[in-house]
């Protein structure tokens, strides 16, 4: 992909171009360098000649369980999203898939080598 402009009603609009196969449907892409692929909510069959206005979301780093109480966090920012939610409701859960080691203390966050003991303190 590279970055690239074009005109559309007067203005400039900044955007990725990148080459795909014309009639080929795409249902997934992976942006940000991290090997994860992401579906989109539309599934898409480029057209030769047409533009196409994709976003997409940036990686949570959680999951949330079933019933809404269990955060499944695998990096940093989920661990930020589980530690900003459980402020408002002390009853969340957070379950750690990988392993970390420090803390944050300017998000209020103290955690252990290999998850075992997470606290908030703000």
């Known amino acids: 992909m590279k970055q ?5 009603n ?3 609009i900044t ?12 249902t997934k892409l ?10 989109l909510s539309t599934a898409i069959t480029p057209e030769v000649g047409k533009f196409y206005n994709i976003t997409l979301n940036k990686d949570k780093g959680y999951n949330l369980s079933a ?3 269990t955060y499944e966090v695998y990096n940093a920012d989920g661990l930020l999203a589980w530690n900003e939610a459980s402020q408002g409701d002390l009853s969340l859960n957070c379950t750690l ?3 970390y080691w420090g803390s ?6 103290g955690y252990n080598q290999g998850g075992t003991t997470i606290e908030t303190t703000k």
Request: aromatic content about 4%; hydrophobic content about 25%; overall charge negative.
């Open 4 to 8: 690239c402009e074009h005109t559309e």
């Open 10 to 12: 007067g203005a400039t």
């Open 15 to 26: 955007c990725w171009e990148a080459n795909v196969v014309s009639g080929y449907t795409i």
């Open 30 to 39: 992976m942006a940000n360098h991290d090997n994860k692929e992401r579906p």
């Open 67 to 69: 019933d809404g109480n």
């Open 97 to 99: 898939t990988a392993c």
């Open 104 to 109: 944050n203390p300017d998000a209020g966050i």
